[in-house]
Every structure is written in structure tokens, then in C-alpha cells.
């Protein structure tokens, strides 16, 4: 069950941004990324980059998915530490 909730996360931030609802694709991009693993959002977004011809300039949306994985890696164990107590 956890495998169909991190697929349909992943169609849900896939088509709002395809559609332009930012705000929803990034606060389904932070509930993946408190539940499931951030490094599946890279190849997302450099596909999402890729359908958009974002590559003829500088790809945004693939260098802010890796700015957000270095910052959610940088807390996940801030995070676990308070959880533990």
C-alpha cells in the first residue's frame, strides 16, 4: 500500500506541474518527502525539465529538487533525533 500512496504523490506532482499548480505540487513534493525516500523526486524533475525544454537554458525546477534533497537530507536526522526522545 505504501508503494501505490508514493506512486500516486509522485502523478500528483508530476500533472500540477505540468498544469501550473505550483502550490500544489510543492506541498505534495514535501509530503513525499516526509514520507518516502527524495532522491525519486531528481529523476522526476529532470524528466518533467526535459518534457518542458528546460534544458535550453538553465533547468530550474531540477536544480531546486536538488537544493531540496540536500535540505531534507541535512534534517532528516535532526528530525529522528527529537522523534526518538
Keep these: 500500500m505504501k508503494t501505490a ?3 500516486a504523490l509522485c502523478l500528483l506532482i508530476t500533472f500540477s506541474v505540468l498544469q501550473g499548480w505550483l502550490v500544489l505540487g ?7 518527502s516526509l514520507y518516502f525516500n527524495t532522491a525519486f523526486l531528481i529523476p522526476l524533475a529532470i524528466l518533467i525539465d526535459g518534457y518542458m525544454g528546460s534544458f535550453h537554458s538553465v533547468p530550474m525546477l531540477s536544480l531546486a529538487i536538488v537544493a531540496w ?4 537530507e ?3 536526522p ?3 533525533n527529537y522523534s526518538s526522545a
Excluded: D
Design 78 to 80: 535532526r528530525f529522528a
Design 26 to 32: 510543492v506541498a505534495s513534493a514535501v509530503l513525499f
Design 5 to 7: 500512496y508514493a506512486i
Design 69 to 72: 534533497y540536500g535540505f531534507v
Design 74 to 76: 541535512y534534517l532528516r
